[in-house]
């Protein structure tokens, strides 16, 4: 125990001002705390000897300019001290020399009401700061929700075609052979490889864009369209039959056997870029309930009705 003239002269000092209900300071005239009572130290804790502009969190040089008003001064020096989150209306005043004490030291009392203002201050800026936090984890969230859609359609789809990829295809496929009959249609562009070698993969790729738009137009919207391979497609109908089979070939076959008018980059006349489809189909549930034996079916049925065709003829351009 300190028992110092300095240490008791304090220590009769602070008794004084103990159970102020405002928070109160005795201070030094460089700002260094050498006491406080009950109500400041319910706020600050551990403000005894240290800087009182450091805990309170406020302006070193605005505290310098109050206490040398103070010092200079016979009467109390009304001030504010800005806070990072609230303000504090303060009184300050020099003490007598008293036996003891160590140099001049100053009192800085906080009013009540503005102290009790200043803690629903704070807690408005924390609530606010809060949710400013949970508005940016939202936001955080939405955009990764947002990029996983994108990742997982770009993960679906063909990148040339925009329809569905063969992964995507089979295990869509596969849940619908669970919930509705259908039929699996397999379709393999021929004289495909012509348009490419003569007119360049440009000209390819503009077909089976056409092809894919073509293929997903003439069908519902329930019903799904996929590029499985280079040249190849796949098409499932919703709720088709056996019976179905005539009208949804005709209707497939035209939709890829439209001319697709290419120019290219150059000057010159258009050409029409014409192909055909063999074309296989196979039924769900009546010819199979699996996706891969179904596939396969399809695909054997194709080859067999796979004919030649034309892919070009000039037209004025």
């Excluded at 300095?6 to 006491?35: C, N």
Aim: with cysteine; aromatic share 6%; charged share 25%.
């Amino acid at each position: 125990m300190n028992t110092s003239p300095e240490a008791a002269a304090l220590a009769v000092l602070s008794e004084a001002y103990r159970l102020a209900p405002h928070p109160t300071f005795i201070i030094d005239t460089h700002g260094t705390v050498a006491a406080a009572n009950r109500a400041a130290l319910r706020l600050w804790p551990e403000v005894e000897c240290t800087d009182l502009a450091d805990s309170l969190d406020t302006d070193p040089e605005a505290l310098g300019e109050m206490i040398d008003r103070a010092t200079g001064s016979t009467v109390p020096v009304l001030a504010r001290l800005d806070m990072t989150q609230a303000t504090l209306s303060v009184r300050l005043w020099r003490l007598a020399p008293l036996p003891g004490l160590p140099g001049p030291l100053l009192v800085i009392q906080g009013d009540r009401s503005q102290e009790l203002a200043g803690r629903f201050l704070r807690a408005e800026q924390l609530a606010s700061d809060a949710q400013k936090r949970l508005r940016k984890t939202i936001d955080a969230h939405e955009r990764l929700a947002e990029m996983a859609r994108m990742l997982k359609e770009r993960a679906d789809s063909d990148p040339l075609t925009g329809t569905l990829n063969a992964r995507a295809f089979a295990a869509a496929v596969g849940k619908r052979l669970s919930e509705a009959p259908g039929a699996l249609v397999y379709l393999d562009l021929n004289r495909f490889k012509p348009v490419n070698d003569r007119f360049g993969h440009a000209a390819g790729d503009a077909v089976l864009k056409a092809i894919a738009e073509r293929l997903s137009g003439c069908l519902r919207g329930r019903d799904l369209v996929a590029r499985i391979g280079g040249d190849e497609f796949a098409v499932w109908v919703d709720g088709a039959c056996p019976d179905d089979w005539s009208g949804l070939h005709t209707r497939i076959a035209h939709a890829v056997s439209r001319p697709v008018a290419w120019r290219g980059n150059g000057p010159g006349a258009a050409v029409e870029l014409v192909v055909t489809a063999a074309i296989g189909t196979a039924f769900a549930p009546a010819e199979g309930r699996a996706y891969a034996a179904l596939l396969a079916l399809a695909d054997s049925r194709m080859y067999a009705g796979k004919p030649a065709g034309s892919f070009a003829r000039g037209i004025a351009g």
